[in-house]
């Protein structure tokens, strides 16, 4: 029994002691190609982004508000990796730091994670 | 930033309608570009989008309306006809008793009663509170009651997975889609692509607008001839009405 | 096998480990179906724009309308105090259970975004005939088995009858809703009825009865006992009933819409030209599983035996019925201009063609497997096997 509290002990130990070892999971490689300042403040971006996204969607889907701010293509055309076009893939802003969390959004199963010209629409004659 | 853009916009539609004005052109359409809603306001029910296709003037053989939804939609060609997308398709008739042939796009007719809408398990499928019917691939779950129920076959199911989305338009396997109306365009005071497509391939056999507007183009039409709604027994109260049928 | 000492049911521990792996393994097919379509897309499967649900929905709906229709055993025996059909309740309420959840995997591995499952439970519109019965199918689960749990639980034999109760009328509901599904639609000809949904109840009380018989069957032949030959007799008289009065429904429901010139065309279809769907009709759901099993049950000297196929064919003849009702109703051109002929990319008036691919059976069989696997495992820990009271039996007679 004592066997087994010393073991499970100096497992732990073992754990905890290399969690904090630099570089086992590597940190997200965050590159911002155009610095300047995000529509809200650093810490309320990264926490909240996700309810951020997600007003704005119901708004834009179901009232047609279309304004820019929390809209997820002004995140994409800022953010884009200057190398790849795109959010996503390697080095990819949101992909970067969603595989570090392990948390995977399915924004990707129909947004285009690369910002693209709007489409010319001309006033209606 | 967004909000200089905001006033931008409404400074150069005001310099528009003023233009308008100025040049006498006709009255709809400085109503119209006046019409354009702010990025900020949520779309209302005092507006009735619709479309009039004029089947006399529609030409059988040409596909310059599915071409452009394609294209403006990020649909791609319509490769494998079972499974494709098709928003918009033309249909070539011929009168049984008659033999009188023509031939008309058809798509989603924007139902103010949309039998999708009804049915739909989640909410997904709903109608705009200015009568464009959509879906919300987000609570989207793939089941195709809507498709069933849809009695114009307008709804297509996304069969396979995509990557070249129009950023404006997303759309991603196992969801059902339709047409949206150019709801992206339309919002931003612009046309659907189809409508634009038609005009500048000289037919004008398509015309959008606002039917709850008594000066818009489609409105003064809708009163002056006889329109005919596609399945008008269903009582489904269509946005969508054809000519010459 | 006298009343009060219940009987064992026979261990045989290699035999009931193969069910079980015979039951994984088609689980398994299933499972890898699955992936393959959520991962590829339904472009892999036969299913396109035009036939939008295809084989699955084919078992998935059979399996949910026998679901609840096998729950009759149980309600003869609770509500209408019948007691060899009470000596069956538990066994029904399982079968019931066992059924719905087959039914409904099925039903939700084959959506296109099964992954958003939570959001089908989270998401409502209540105007929708389909998330009705999201609700009548989760409360069918909760009703049947607190029911079950009265049974079976003797402190709380008495609150069997109205769970009992309750179960019936929600049973009779979510059929009637799971036919609505159907009726509502009313842009296809085939469908749009209100006929629908009274037909589909009477369809799940044959379909059930007659999957509560070849389990019952199945489960007396494993432990070397016989049914008892009154019990028998009775039990495939009910079955004959059901059955005469699905084929009654079935021509009524044809005769009604070939009286109206706009139907026509459908029923001459389905009737006479349909190809695959007249010879699933005439062959599957009429001969198969209306007069063969009426011609069995009826022929004289009835055995276990040939009450356990007559059975098999009312099942063939259901999954036959769903094919013509789900797909055929598919396949005949959806009409949007009468009166014209039409052409397009998009299929428009020509007759959909339907080939489905291995993977949608094994969908669909693997839902089987699943109310298989519960019941075999449901049946070894528990006692499900139907105790008779023959005291009581002889009494009645």
Redesign the interface.
């Known amino acids: 029994m004592k066997a087994i509290a010393i073991a499970v002990l100096w497992g732990l130990t073992f754990a905890v002691a290399h969690a904090a070892e630099p570089g086992r999971a590597p940190l997200p490689a965050i590159e911002i190609a155009k610095p300047g300042q995000c529509v809200e403040p650093k810490d309320v971006i990264r926490r909240d982004h996700m309810k951020f996204l997600r007003h704005q969607r119901d708004l834009t889907m179901h009232e047609g508000i279309r304004t820019k701010k929390h809209s997820l293509n002004e995140c994409i055309s800022c953010h884009a990796s200057p190398k790849t076009g795109s959010v996503i893939g390697e080095g990819g802003f949101c992909q970067s730091c969603h595989d570090y969390a392990a948390v995977k959004p399915d924004c990707w199963d129909c947004h285009q994670p690369k910002p693209g010209q709007k489409s010319v629409a001309g006033a209606r004659p | ?2 909000e200089r ?1 905001d006033d931008r916009r409404k400074f150069l539609a005001a310099a ?1 309608a003023g233009a308008g004005f100025v040049a006498l052109a006709p009255g709809i ?1 400085l109503v ?2 006046a019409a ?2 702010p ?5 209302t029910a005092r507006v009735r989008w619709g479309m009039l296709i004029d089947t006399t003037r529609c030409q059988t053989g040409c596909t310059e309306c599915v071409s452009a939804c394609n294209k ?1 939609n990020h649909l791609g060609e ?1 490769k ?4 494709d ?2 928003w918009i ?9 008659t033999g009188r042939a023509l031939s008309l796009p ?1 798509m989603c007719q924007h139902c103010a009663n949309p ?1 999708c ?8 499928s ?1 109608k ?3 009568g464009i019917v ?1 879906v ?10 809507c ?7 307008a ?7 995509h990557t ?5 338009v ?7 889609e339709g047409c949206t109306l ?4 339309v ?5 659907p ?1 189809c409508v ?1 497509a038609c ?1 500048a391939a000289g037919h004008n056999a398509m015309l ?2 606002d039917l709850n507007d008594p000066e818009s183009a489609i409105a003064k039409r809708v009163r002056e001839v006889k329109t005919t709604q ?2 008008a027994d ?1 009582k489904l109260d269509l946005g969508v009405r054809y000519e010459g ?1 | 096998m006298a009343s009060a000492s219940y009987v064992e049911t026979q261990s045989r521990p290699a035999a009931f480990w193969g069910l079980l792996a015979a039951g994984g393994l088609f689980l398994l097919a299933a499972f890898a179906a699955f992936l393959h379509f959520e991962h590829s897309g339904h472009v892999v499967t036969g299913m396109d724009n035009q036939i939008v649900w295809g084989m699955p929905h084919v078992f998935a709906v059979f399996l949910i309308v026998a679901a609840s229709g096998v729950l009759n055993v149980a309600s003869i025996g609770s509500v209408f105090g019948k007691p060899i059909y009470k000596a069956r309740a538990p066994l029904s309420g399982l079968l019931a259970l066992a059924m719905m959840a087959g039914g409904l995997a099925v039903l939700a591995a084959d959506l296109g975004r099964p992954d958003r499952l939570i959001v089908a439970m989270t998401h409502f519109n209540f105007k929708s005939i389909f998330a009705l019965n999201m609700m009548f199918y989760s409360g069918f689960f909760a009703i049947v088995a607190a029911y079950l749990v009265t049974m079976m639980d003797r402190s709380l034999n008495g609150y069997s009858k109205i769970v009992g109760f309750l179960a019936f009328f929600w049973r009779l509901a979510l059929t009637t809703a799971t036919g609505s599904i159907f009726g509502f639609l009313i842009a296809r000809t085939a469908y749009g009825s209100a006929l629908m949904a009274p037909m589909f109840i009477i369809y799940s009380f044959a379909y059930g009865l007659a999957a509560f018989l070849i389990v019952q069957g199945s489960m007396y032949a494993w432990n070397g006992l016989t049914l008892d030959a009154r019990i028998l007799a009775r039990m495939k008289n009910l079955l004959a009933v059901f059955v005469g009065a699905a084929l009654y429904f079935t021509a009524v429901m044809h005769l009604t819409s070939l009286y109206f010139a706009k139907q026509t065309d459908y029923e001459r279809f389905l009737l006479l030209d349909g190809g695959i769907y007249t010879t699933a009709f005439w062959l599957g759901q009429v001969v198969v599983g209306g007069i063969l099993p009426l011609a069995l049950i009826f022929a004289p000297g009835a055995t276990q035996t040939r009450v356990i196929a007559a059975s098999v064919l009312v099942v063939l003849g259901g999954l036959a019925q769903m094919f013509v009702t789900i797909v055929g109703g598919q396949a005949f051109p959806l009409e949007i201009f009468p009166g014209y002929a039409v052409s397009s990319t998009f299929q428009d008036g020509i007759v959909n063609s339907y080939s489905p691919v291995l993977g949608e059976f094994a969908l669909g069989f693997g839902g089987i497997a699943l109310a298989f696997l519960i019941t075999v495992v449901a049946v070894r820990v528990l006692r499900f096997l139907p105790q008779d009271d023959f005291a009581a039996l002889k009494a009645e007679d």
């Open positions: 930033m967004s853009n528009a359409r119209e570009i354009a809603k990025d900020n306001e949520a779309v403006e319509v494998k006809p079972r499974t997308a098709q398709r033309k249909i070539d008739l011929k009168e049984l008793k058809m039998p809408v009804d049915v739909c398990p989640t909410g997904a709903f705009r509170a200015d959509l919300d691939r987000h609570i989207c779950i793939g089941c195709r009651y498709m069933m129920a849809c009695p114009y076959k709804r297509s199911f996304v069969h396979e997975p070249d989305q129009n950023p404006e997303p759309r991603g396997q196992g969801c059902v150019c709801v992206h365009r919002d931003r005071g612009g046309t692509a634009e005009a959008f607008g596609v399945r269903l049928i």
